[in-house]
Nanobody
Framework: QVQLVESGGELVRPGGSLRLSCAASGLMFRVYTMGWYRQAPGKQRELVASITHEGGTDYADSVKGRFTISRDNAKNTLYLQMNSLKTEDTAVYYC?????????WGRGTQVTVSS
């Protein structure tokens, strides 16, 4: 059974940093494309960043230069380093694993950016 468990979300002040983690189990992690998505209240879920099995990355324009996605295939873990956080980054952040038609989601971790 595939499990994706996000962690690291918390309350942080504007300008601060957080690192999110997504621990994966029950899948061959290294072959999956992994992604971070977020959903703010009243808004649709949106892509934040993704990373292919080969390490290629893609970012939403709103986070370019501030967020960095990475993966550790030896630990079956996905990361999202978030710097220079803004209030508009407040959302539930979800981890997604994709391999062809196979899609799995985590349950999310709350990130709140507020003074």
């Amino acid at each position: 059974q595939v499990q994706l468990v996000e962690s690291g979300g918390e309350l942080v002040r504007p300008g601060g940093s957080l690192r999110l983690s997504c621990a994966a189990s029950g899948l061959m992690f290294r072959v999956y494309t992994m992604g971070w998505y977020r959903q703010a209240p009243g808004k649709q879920r949106e892509l934040v960043a993704s990373i292919t099995h080969e390490g290629g990355t893609d970012y939403a324009d709103s986070v370019k230069g501030r967020f960095t996605i990475s993966r550790d295939n030896a630990k079956n873990t996905l990361y999202l380093q978030m710097n220079s956080l803004k209030t508009e980054d407040t959302a539930v952040y979800y981890c997604k694993a994709t391999l062809g038609g196979l899609i799995n989601w985590g349950r999310g971790t709350q990130v709140t950016v507020s003074s």
